[in-house]
């Protein structure tokens, strides 16, 4: 009698077996894919962002060393008047260096003699100059933006100079400023405006590898060898790239090149920082699917041997425990008896939890944190909805004036309350359709599918005076600067689009602030 058992025996723990087997294997590959899913994703949102991020700080930069150049320019312009005229030198010195604070000194040399500085050093006026950059200057006898070397008290310089000549085109020398990398100047500050948070930084570095901006000020000046991401910026490529920094930790950094001075820009993230919220919510996720797993495994032994035919199929879809119409699929199983129809449910509820998380995930994925609103990434998606119904829209650019002078004065976590106010101001003047996003530190994006610049304007009009008459706790009052452009009237290029809106905010930012600019149509 025992060995006629034995075959059915055999089948019974088999199919309970392959049963355990196959509902595990399942859920620890529907939980390992999604983990690897939801790692790939962040880990392409956190480069792409870093390259943005890089690419517009280099293009800042770019701004600023082509302003100063400008402003050397014109009083090169002015001094080739009259170049003998000591008293005409010595006003252009004091104009130039009163004018702005992008340089921490002011220099007129005249043929490798100090003719004249602002702030006024009478020890060496009258004196050859022999620091490498006014050397590299009298060379060249061109614009030029030096490469950084030691002065002779240990400062570290870049110097930035502009030719002087005659009505007959002979070379007189040249008007120069100085930038001391080492102490508080304007290239630091608009640095230092990257918004740092969970391990994330920025360097400069110039075209000898040598570092010209860090956070840590004490790198500045060292020279970094073996390391591809310098490698790659300074030879003019822009990109993305997992690197190990100085203290050995994963980095996932963008690049881009400042074309201009040839230096280079990196912003990165620590990759254990950029995965650190998927770990915890993936934890979660197993912490709340076990006991149904559990349940599901004992429901399956105790009625493994009414099972054979049902469980074939629930094992089937099982495999696709992640495919969203797992669902339906399930509930298309005919449970005839009464343990299948439970087994069933418990599959169910398993899949539901399951693919909840996921959404979770997802939802994480594409909103930033702080202000609940898209991110950028899940606004690049939205945008390309708009152009593939071939809805027109416009974007408005918004940014806060003088936001680093809240978190200064007030703190960061002020700062914080900042941007979700404005953000729920941002909201309540929007429509339905309008999407909201913040793409950086307190950077926004107003997108209004269906309005033209016209009607753009009127709306950020309106947006910008309500923040400016908005009382805020602790703070006060805010403004905000707003660059409008529109698809597809400034570009059919969502990235040209973002360009034009980003040069009318800084159009708006640098004659005034706290006022909308429309792009100009090329």
Not at 87 to 109: G, H, P
Not at 314 to 343: G, I, R
């Amino acid at each position: 009698m025992l060995y006629k058992l034995l075959p059915a025996l055999n089948l019974r723990l088999l199919i309970l077996l392959l049963a355990l087997s196959a509902a595990l294997s399942t859920l620890v590959g529907s939980f390992y894919s999604t983990y690897q899913v939801q790692k790939e994703q962040l880990t392409s949102y956190t480069l792409k962002s870093n390259l943005a991020y890089a690419q517009k700080l280099a293009s800042t930069t770019d701004n600023f060393l082509k302003s100063a150049l400008q402003q050397l320019e014109y009083s090169a312009k002015i001094i080739e008047q009259s170049p003998n005229n000591s008293k005409l030198l010595n006003d252009e010195a004091i104009r130039l260096n009163q004018q702005t604070d992008s340089f921490n000194s002011v220099v007129i040399n005249v043929h490798g003699v100090i003719a004249a500085t602002s702030p006024r050093l009478e020890s060496i006026i009258g004196q050859q100059i022999q620091s490498p950059g006014a050397i590299e200057a009298l060379k060249e006898k061109r614009p030029l933006i030096s490469e950084p070397y030691l002065s002779a008290a240990n400062n570290l310089i870049v110097f930035i100079s502009h030719p002087l000549f005659d009505f007959e085109g002979k070379y007189l020398g040249y008007i120069g400023g100085s930038l001391y990398l080492k102490e508080k100047n304007i290239l630091n500050e608009l640095l230092e405006q990257h918004y740092y948070k969970g391990g994330s930084y920025l360097y400069v570095v110039s075209s000898n590898k040598r570092i010209l901006y860090h956070p840590e000020p004490a790198r500045i000046g060292n020279v970094i060898a073996n390391n591809s991401v310098i490698d790659a910026v300074v030879s003019g490529e822009m990109g993305t790239s997992t690197v190990i920094n100085s203290l050995s930790k994963p980095m996932l950094a963008g690049y881009a090149p400042v074309t201009l001075s040839n230096w280079g820009i990196v912003a990165q993230r620590p990759l254990k920082s950029t995965l650190s919220s998927l770990d915890t919510l993936t934890i979660e996720v197993v912490k709340q699917t076990i006991p149904m797993a559990l349940v599901t495994f004992i429901f399956i032994g105790l009625f493994a041997h009414f099972i054979a035919r049902p469980l074939k199929r629930l094992a089937d879809n099982a495999n696709t425990l992640d495919d969203p119409s797992s669902l339906e699929k399930l509930k298309n199983v005919k449970s005839w008896y009464f343990e299948s129809q439970k087994l069933k449910l418990a599959m169910l509820r398993e899949v539901a939890l399951l693919q909840a998380q996921i959404g979770v995930l997802r939802h994480d994925s594409q909103t930033d944190p702080l202000t609940d609103t898209h991110n950028r990434r899940s606004l690049n998606g939205l945008l390309n909805q708009l152009t593939l119904k071939q809805t027109p829209f416009a974007i408005l650019e918004i940014d806060i004036d003088f936001f680093k002078r809240v978190n200064d004065t007030f703190g960061h976590d002020k700062g914080d309350e900042t941007l979700v106010s404005l953000t729920n101001i941002i909201k309540k003047l929007s429509r339905r359709d309008d999407i909201v996003s913040r793409i950086g530190g307190e950077e926004f994006v107003l997108v209004l599918p269906n309005e033209n610049s016209q009607s753009a304007f009127k709306i950020a009009e309106r947006l910008r005076k309500t923040v400016e008459s908005t009382e805020m706790d602790t703070i006060g009052n805010i403004t905000i600067s707003i660059g409008i452009a529109t698809w597809p009237v400034h570009s059919t290029d969502i990235a040209q689009v973002y360009k034009c809106a980003d040069k009318a905010l800084y159009h708006a930012k640098e004659h005034g602030r706290n006022q909308c600019v429309v792009a100009d149509i090329s």
